[in-house]
């Protein structure tokens, strides 16, 4: 079974600060997406990363994908109360045809 | 408005008693998926379709619950004789192709008394 782990699990920063947020596994997956859920709602897409090495930027977070492909990261510069939320990352697992989700980081970002 | 749609957003019920949830999906998208959240948890998968045919259960999905998706488009997923334990957020996603963005809709809340 593959597996995600994302860390940390909870996080609470004061606005304007730097963070990373990562997610790992020993499996190889075809490419690796990051969600964002609010409470109540369903996630929603973020970005993509398909080829190893790959850095795609969005605003102030930053993407990127491991060499391998085993595990990505998410970074936010100077973090906003607007970035609160879960994020998610989700491996797409070509042999089996479907997403692997990994537990979620809360992040909270104090005005 | 051109997104997942799920229909209820929530849902209580007895234990013992059935349930049913609707998807519709994005219109062009012939996979769709189930996925499963409890608090603090990433959502866990279900199912899937391609179109009509649904191509993977997941063990999670006990014979208590049956998917089905008629005419490839909107779905449909049961839960009989439900149980406390299924109380969780019911989460639908769509993709235009295999392993693609998958796009979700706003979940149905169950909590079962």
């Known amino acids: 079974t593959q597996l995600l782990e994302q860390s940390p699990q909870f996080l609470s920063i004061q606005e304007g600060e730097n963070l990373t947020v990562y997610c790992n596994s020993s499996s190889v997956f075809s490419s690796l997406q990051w969600y964002r859920q609010e409470p109540g709602e369903g996630p929603v897409l973020l970005v993509t990363?398909?080829?190893?090495?790959e850095v795609k930027k969005l605003k102030r977070l930053t993407f990127q994908f491991g060499d391998a492909r085993k595990d990505s990261s998410l970074h936010i510069t100077a973090a906003q109360p607007g970035d609160t939320g879960l994020y998610l990352c989700?491996?797409?697992?070509?042999?089996?045809?479907?997403?692997?989700f990994g537990q979620g980081t809360r992040l909270t970002i104090n005005p | 408005d051109t997104g997942v749609s799920q229909d209820p957003r929530h849902k209580i019920t007895k234990r013992g008693q059935n349930v049913t949830f609707r998807c519709d999906p994005i219109?062009?998208?012939?996979?769709l998926y189930w996925y499963r959240q409890t608090l603090g948890q990433g959502p866990e998968f279900l199912t899937y379709f391609q179109n009509e045919a649904q191509l993977e259960k997941s063990r999670l999905l006990s014979d208590r619950f049956s998917a089905e998706r008629p005419k490839g488009s909107f779905s449909t997923l049961e839960i009989q004789r439900t149980e406390q334990g299924d109380s969780a957020m019911y989460l639908c996603?769509?993709?235009?192709?295999?392993?693609?963005?998958?796009?979700f809709g706003p979940g149905t809340r169950l909590t079962v008394t």
């Open positions: 989700a491996g797409a697992d070509q042999g089996a045809q479907k997403l692997v």
């Open positions: 990363v398909v080829t190893g090495g």
């Open positions: 219109s062009e998208h012939n996979r």
């Open positions: 996603a769509s993709s235009f192709k295999p392993l693609s963005e998958q796009y």
